[in-house]
C-alpha cells in the first residue's frame, strides 16, 4: 500500500513556541490530506482538510490562526502549532489520498508534548 | 454529520474465545468502512476496508461485516490471543470526505 511519512515523530518544547509538523506521500501524489488529533484515550477527531494549492478547511471548533495548515505541493501538508500551550499536548496524525481506488492512507503520528 | 459509535468500549476475555465488536453509523450513505488496530502510544494499522457494495470482508482470524441499511458494522475476531490485546476503531468514509471515527473498542486477552 502506499507510504506517508510525518516528521517529527516526537517533540517537546516550550509553551509559547511553534511547532511545525510535516506529512507526506512517499509513493503517491495526495491532492488531499486530513489532520486528525487524538487525545490520551480518545478516539482520532478530524481537525481539517488540507487541499493542494488552496486553503484548508477547518472543522468546528478547530482555531485556524493557531494551527496553521499549507499544503503547497502534492506530496507534503504541515500543520504548524503557533504560540503551543500544554492544552495542545496530543497526538497529531495525518492521512493523504489516493483516488485510484479511493482510499485514506494515514501516517504514524506525531507526538506533542507542551511544557 | 456523520457519527460513529462503537459498543463495548472495553472487553476483557480469555484466550481462545470468539468475540464480536460493533460499530453503529448514523448516516448510511458511506463510501466505504474500515476496522482499524492501534496499540498504546502508536498510530493506526489497517485491518480490514469493506466497501459500500460489498457485505463482509475476511482476513485471517477477522471477519468484518456491513449492513449499510440499518448503520451497522461488526468485527469478529476468532480465536483471541493475547497479541490481540489493543483499541479497535471502525471509521466511515463518505466519497471525497475524511474517514469519521467511533471512539474504540478496548480489548484485552489474557492468557
Known amino acids: 500500500g502506499a507510504v506517508v511519512s510525518q516528521h517529527p515523530s516526537r517533540v517537546i518544547c516550550k509553551s509559547g513556541t511553534s511547532v511545525k509538523i510535516e506529512c507526506r506521500s512517499l509513493?503517491?501524489?495526495?491532492?488531499?490530506m486530513f489532520w486528525y488529533r487524538q487525545f490520551p484515550k480518545q478516539s482520532l477527531m478530524l481537525m481539517a482538510t488540507?487541499?493542494?494549492?488552496?486553503?484548508?478547511?477547518?472543522e468546528q471548533g478547530v482555531e485556524k490562526d493557531k494551527f496553521l495548515i499549507n499544503h503547497a505541493s502534492l506530496t507534503l501538508s504541515t500543520l504548524t502549532v503557533t504560540s503551543a500551550h500544554p492544552e495542545d499536548s496530543s497526538f497529531y496524525i495525518c492521512s493523504a489520498g489516493d483516488r485510484t481506488p479511493e482510499r485514506w492512507f494515514f501516517g504514524p503520528g506525531t507526538r506533542l508534548t507542551v511544557l | 454529520k456523520q457519527e460513529v459509535t462503537q459498543i463495548p468500549a472495553a472487553l476483557s476475555v480469555p484466550e481462545g474465545e470468539n468475540l464480536v465488536l460493533n460499530c453503529s453509523f448514523t448516516?448510511?450513505?458511506?463510501?466505504?468502512l474500515q476496522w482499524f488496530r492501534q496499540d498504546p502510544g502508536k498510530g493506526l494499522t489497517s485491518l480490514l476496508l469493506i466497501q459500500s457494495s460489498q457485505r463482509e470482508q475476511t482476513s485471517g482470524r477477522l471477519n468484518a461485516s456491513l449492513d449499510k441499511s440499518s448503520g451497522r458494522s461488526t468485527l469478529y475476531i476468532a480465536a483471541s490471543q493475547p497479541g490481540d490485546s489493543a483499541t479497535y476503531l471502525c471509521?466511515?468514509?463518505?466519497?471525497?470526505?475524511?474517514?469519521?471515527f467511533g471512539k474504540g473498542t478496548t480489548l484485552s486477552v489474557s492468557s
Open positions: 488540507s487541499n493542494e494549492g488552496s486553503k484548508a478547511t477547518y
Open positions: 509513493d503517491f501524489q495526495a491532492t488531499t
Open positions: 448516516d448510511s450513505a458511506i463510501y466505504n
Open positions: 471509521a466511515a468514509q463518505g466519497a471525497g470526505t475524511a474517514l469519521i
